[in-house]
């Protein structure tokens, strides 16, 4: 099952501008998480933003959090060829008994 | 820090054998979590391992088991393999107990593919 519905769900941009990405949720969460993957390889973590949170910064990326209209942003600042990569947001709460629960992500093309 | 491995790499069997993936976590982590990754259904959890017990366990069916070792190395085996079990399966550590409660590390992936 997947929780997480990941918008939209392929982006091309220039490097140098900014990408954004969402992911919206449908129940109550602990925290959310952003995965970064490269070409069907393993995911490599970039961000936890707790529920009580509301955004969080790491270098170049931003995540916000409203658990109100229970949904989360990424955005990439600057963005570079080498940010090309699927992004996952994962949520665990409760209802899906803690598990990490995936959405489907959204497919990120860098053109240089 | 090495980080999480799993071998092999790549596989290939044919439907009705099985299967036994190995992953060894991060040193010191005692958490280790498995997915499934498939281009129709994206990333499926399947199970969870603590400190040698199954703490989670995901929707699938009992073909599907794991295990986890006192050094936390663990293992997942696939009896009677179907055609719609190829797949990446991936392995992730956590320090603490995984789930939502912290950043999970992931392994390069095992590549199976059912003929």
């Known amino acids: 099952s997947q929780q997480g519905e990941e918008d939209p769900q392929a982006l091309s941009i220039q490097e140098g501008e900014n990408a954004t990405m969402n992911c919206s949720y449908k129940?109550?969460?602990?925290?959310l998480q952003w995965y970064r993957q490269n070409s069907g390889r393993g995911l490599v973590h970039l961000i936890l933003?707790?529920?009580?949170?509301r955004e969080k910064h790491s270098g170049r990326l931003r995540v916000t959090l409203d658990t109100s209209k229970k949904s989360s942003s990424l955005l990439i600042t600057a963005s570079r060829a080498a940010d090309t990569a699927s992004y996952f947001c994962?949520?665990?709460?409760?209802?899906?008994?803690?598990?990490?629960?995936f959405g489907a992500g959204t497919i990120l093309r860098v053109k240089s | 820090k090495a980080g999480v491995t799993q071998t092999p790499r790549y596989l290939i069997k044919t439907r009705g054998q099985q299967v036994t993936l190995s992953c060894s976590p991060i040193s010191g982590h005692r958490s280790v979590s498995w997915y499934q990754q498939t281009p129709g259904q994206g990333l499926q959890f399947l199970f969870e391992y603590f400190s040698e017990t199954q703490r989670n366990k995901g929707n699938f069916p009992g073909r599907f088991s794991g295990r986890q070792f006192s050094n936390s190395r663990s293992e997942m085996n696939v009896s009677t393999l179907e055609l719609g079990d190829s797949a990446l399966y991936l392995c992730?550590?956590?320090?603490?107990?995984?789930?939502?409660?912290?950043?999970?590390?992931f392994g390069p992936g095992t590549r199976l593919t059912v003929l």
């Open positions: 129940t109550s969460i602990n925290n």
């Open positions: 994962a949520t665990a709460g409760r209802e899906y008994g803690n598990k990490l629960v």
């Open positions: 933003i707790r529920s009580n949170e």
């Open positions: 992730a550590s956590s320090a603490g107990l995984a789930g939502g409660h912290n950043e999970q590390f």
